[in-house]
């Protein structure tokens, strides 16, 4: 994209991304003074800018990236929650299912050879 500007006197060349590639200029406009000559450079960047957002622009609504936020936000709790619970219920049977040390412990075998009949 090419803008033109200053009476023919600037030329800013942007490349894809939207950056300014180019740069050209008359050495005469340098007689009219810095903020004139800083007042067009601004508004053909600006123009620049307004040219390439209609370019690339659509009809579609901007997301609303707060209410994204929270509404992950209130995921993250809600399964934060369930794999606190789930992580209860799971030390809690494997709490069960240990055996206690201070029991002595019978093996299958041992219990079989006891009920048999002698």
Not at 18 to 46: H, Q, T, W, Y
Not at 96 to 117: I, Y
Request: proline share 6%; charged share 30%.
């Amino acid at each position: 994209m090419v803008v033109d500007g200053g009476d023919g006197f600037l030329r800013f060349t942007f490349n894809v991304e939207g950056r300014v590639d180019k740069f050209e200029f008359a050495p005469r406009i340098m007689r009219v003074g810095s903020e004139i000559l800083f007042g067009e450079i601004k508004s053909m960047v600006n123009a620049a800018l307004d040219e390439r957002a209609e370019a690339t622009g659509t009809d579609e609504p901007v997301p609303d990236l707060e209410a994204i936020t929270e509404s992950a936000a209130e995921i993250q709790d809600y399964f934060l929650r369930q794999f606190q619970a789930m992580s209860a219920s799971i030390s809690e049977v494997m709490a069960n299912s240990e055996p206690d040390p201070c029991q002595p412990q019978r093996r299958v075998a041992d219990h079989e050879q006891s009920e048999a009949p002698a």
